[in-house]
């Protein structure tokens, strides 16, 4: 049977054997080599059976086919690759907008934005707007055609947008201005064209614009000619928005946190019709908020929100949103079942500060530098009316800091006085002065570095854009110093003259001088609860607001008094 042999030998035990021969031997051939006489063979029954079947066929067809399909295949191969670029090079113009149907499981309402009440019912007559458009038609209202969100990052500007989708359970179109601007001329406007397209067959509809800035920017700023690609992505949004073809049931929500660099004509009526501003949560928001983020942590019956609100002033959605998952990161490597307060807290100063670096190795000449250092920023805000209440004293470093002193203010504060400012700047400054009292001027260090940074910004603000100089009055130097682009002289931001610039430093250094005696004078008078603070941080490293009280007594309250003329 082909190259196989098979040969049945006779007898009581009949066996058969098995032996290959090689391609094109005869069996004859075979039977002679291995010595059988013809006379013998003769008498031997054989059968030749020929091959057949798929094998037989594919060992014949398959070595000449083999060339031909390899060759097919590479040329499909290729050609698929040509037919993808083709498609790229057809939808290199289309818009990638994220599309949230309203059918969507994951879609966002009002109920899942805490805090922003404001906000909320500006959105809410968007809402309304777009669930019952003909009884504002009757009246003869329009419906807005676009809405800019305006906030601090991390304020909820997106959630926002999703939100107002939800409620009113229509499509959401969602992309980020960046995604507009592309290498090539054109491709911006014909994006934002085949974005306003999609929208109008979807109608009603929203469309988000995330940093619109990136695109919104004002024109002629120097950046490019005519044929800058932002520049004809921004005109083309203007015509949609407000062109010849009326875009009936869409709305533009735009999201941003520089609406000052934005171009007039895009906020102009007609255009973004409503401009609704994002505060940073209050104390109120603040406990909102964690009691949305907690849902799913299994956090223990202990841990009080509203306590976590007090602690967190300046803190927004995002930031809060991030403690709380610290907070269970924390837990889960700890190895504990549920969050604890000392969880919270301690992600807390995370996310203010940066993790603990207890691997750090300090000489025990560089602990007690650093806690006479925080000791000096503690005592001069303890014991100055203005500055907000010690929370914590620790000499443990955590991200840049070597130690930091943690204060906060018992209740929410939306405007700060010249008194303010002046106690504020001489508790920065009150880490410098002591090391220069304790150690001299020859051993003063380069830890008070960031503080003297943090220092000098805050005076000048206080002379350039708060108007608190007596000598220089209420007046703004410096317009938009810092929005300065190419092809831009620096000197017409620059809106004063060399003798004001003079002038304008020798105040800042008068309050900082003024900050300087103040903060020595504190220090001076305390000086032995000071040297206990210290005894106190070199034992335990960290003193907490109850510990610190007991040793400097209670805080002089601010006296309030009316100036009537």
Known sequence: RGDILLATLGGEDAKVLEVKKEPGQSFAELMSDY?????????????????????YWMTLILPAMLPILLIIGIIWFMSRQMQGMNNKAMGFGQSGAKQNKPDDKSKKTFKDVAGAKEAKEELNEVVDFLKNPK?????????????????????????????????????????????FVEMFVGVGASRVRDLFNKAKKSAPAIIFIDEIDAVGRKRGS????????????????????????????????????????????????????????????????????????????PITKGVSMRKVAERTPGFSG????????????????????????????????????????????????ERKMTAYHEAGHAIVGHFLPNCDSVRKVSIIGRGMAGGYTLSMPEKEIRYSTIAKFRDNLAMILGGYVTEKLVYGDDQLSTGPSSDLKKATQVAKKMVMQYGMSDKL?????????????????????????????????????KILDTALTTAEEVIKTNKSK????????????????????????????????????
Request: overall charge negative.
């Open 473 to 509: 009055g209420p007046r703004m130097y410096a317009d938009n110093e810092e929005l300065i682009f190419l092809a831009q002289d620096i000197h017409e931001k620059k809106n004063y003259s060399e003798k004001t610039a003079e002038t304008i430093d020798d105040e800042i250094n």
């Open 135 to 179: 009884k504002f038609t009757e009246m003869g209202a329009k419906i807005p055609k676009g809405l800019l969100l305006m906030g601090s990052p991390g304020t909820g500007k997106t959630l926002l947008a999703k939100a107002v989708a939800g409620e009113a359970d229509v499509r959401f179109f969602h992309i980020s201005g960046s995604e």
């Open 530 to 565: 000071m040297d206990e603070l210290v005894k106190v941080l070199m034992e335990k490293e960290t003193v907490e607001q109850d510990v610190f009280v007991e040793i400097m007594g209670d805080k002089i309250e601010e006296k309030k008094e009316g100036k009537i003329e």
């Open 318 to 365: 995002a930031d809060l949103a991030n403690l709380l998952n610290e907070a269970a990161i924390l837990a889960v490597r700890l190895g504990k079942k549920k969050i604890d307060e000392e969880e919270v807290l301690e992600s807390i100063e995370k996310v203010l500060l940066g993790p603990e670096k207890r691997s750090r190795v300090m000489s025990d000449q």
């Open 35 to 55: 010595g059988v006489e013809s006379e013998k063979l003769q008498k031997v029954n054989v059968l030749v059976k020929e091959e057949s079947g798929f094998t």
């Open 222 to 297: 120097g950046l490019g000619g005519s044929h800058d690609e932002r520049e004809q992505t921004l005109n083309q949004i203007l015509v949609e928005m407000d062109g010849f073809d009326p875009n009936l049931g869409v709305i533009v929500i735009g999201a941003t946190n520089r609406p000052d660099v934005l171009d007039p004509a895009l906020l102009r009526p007609g255009r973004f019709d409503r401009r609704v501003v994002i505060d940073m949560p209050d104390i109120e928001d603040r406990e909102k908020i964690l009691k949305v983020h907690a849902i799913g942590k």
